[in-house]
């Protein structure tokens, strides 16, 4: 006798981020386009919150964008249609459509973006990098030889530093309370974050960085986080810490990050996500052995597509009746 073992689904990490609308912000509801190209899963998602799937028209109200690019079709598509009053864009970070979010001159357009939904596969990716990281897997991985010399260090107790407050963030706060490490939390306030031992500003970055032994950069990028990380941040590192990177890549300076690995000043960096991406062939981060680098994969179509649909249905919901919007975007400060 057989019994099927359902696996366990990825869940979004809401956190706070359910943002109730007072009824003079609330878009009008109407017709709901998903553009480029329709995408049944995600037309089902709408339907199932009593939404109605159309072709973009006049009469169209919501938008739903599932191309992470294509930022000036958008901008087309949303001077072309002005009764538009709800996006839905496909991904956390929405630097792709900042040029879109800061030149739209409406107040009443309402964005909202998939922040949250995909959190726990990209913490897991974290935890995964941290972990190969202070067990030297990057050394390992290149050897033709069996290496007599012991290296590795155990993320038991370690002070770790993740930079944002976002649900990745969160979750990671999750995974790592069995490693009992020592978590400082670096976010644009000092408002704390639970889990975390310590939460301070981004301007108190220079005096986490001394003590910390593994740095997560974990996020949005914006004007004022590009090279959060550059040559006086990896100088405040210790040599016995290592940098893991799986929120954009120009949050790191990438040539002070070239530097500093050549010079050994930090032990070691592992990237998701790379400045430029894709990272070229023939860059030196490919050949140095303190790095590992996986492309930008810590959630494949796989992992997401469901977490995306259920994002969709709770804010067709939102946008139908209650107002309730997960994941809105503000764009003065782009995320």
């Known amino acids: 006798m057989s019994s099927k073992i359902e696996s366990v689904q990825h869940q979004a990490v809401l956190a706070d981020d359910v943002t109730p609308l007072s009824a003079d912000r609330l878009p009008v509801p109407g017709p709901i ?23 973009l028209t006049r009469e169209t109200r919501g938008l739903i964008w599932l191309d992470y690019g294509r930022a000036d079709e958008l901008r087309a598509t949303l001077d072309a249609h002005p009764g538009i009053g709800w996006v839905q864009l496909p991904w956390a970070g929405v630097d792709a459509f900042s040029g879109v979010l800061a030149g739209m001159d409406r107040a009443d357009l309402l964005w909202t973006s998939a922040k949250g939904a995909y959190a726990q596969p990209v913490a897991e990716h974290a935890l995964t990098l941290t972990l190969a990281l202070l067990r030297v897997l990057p050394k390992r991985a290149r050897s033709t030889r069996w290496s007599t010399l012991p290296e590795g260090r155990s993320l038991y107790g370690l002070n770790v530093t993740v930079i944002g407050a976002g649900g990745i963030a ?9 490693f009992g490490t020592h978590i400082t939390v670096v976010r644009r306030s000092s408002e704390p974050v639970s889990g975390a031992e ?30 959060l990380i550059g040559r006086a941040e990896f100088e405040l590192m210790r040599p016995e810490a290592v940098l893991v990177n799986i929120a954009r890549g120009p949050l790191v300076d990438t040539d002070a990050l070239v530097a500093a690995l050549a010079a050994a000043s930090i032990a070691g960096a592992a990237l998701d996500v790379t400045d430029p991406e894709p990272l070229p062939q023939g860059h030196p981060l490919w050949v140095e052995p303190r790095c590992l680098i996986t492309p930008h994969s810590a959630d494949t179509p796989e992992m997401t597509a469901p977490l995306l649909a259920e994002r969709i249905r709770l804010n067709v919901g939102a946008f139908l009746e209650d107002g309730r919007f997960v994941g809105v975007v503000d764009p003065r400060i782009g995320y």
Not at 170 to 178: K, N, W
Not at 204 to 214: C, E, I
């Open 170 to 178: 969160r979750e990671l706060i999750r995974l790592l309370a069995p």
């Open 198 to 227: 310590h939460t301070v500003a981004t301007d108190a970055l220079p005096g986490v960085l001394p003590t910390s032994d593994v740095v997560v950069v974990a996020a949005a990028l914006t004007d004022g986080t590009r090279h």
């Open 33 to 55: 386009t998903i553009l480029p190209r329709p995408e049944p899963a995600f037309a089902q998602a709408v339907e199932a919150a009593g939404g109605t799937v159309a072709e």
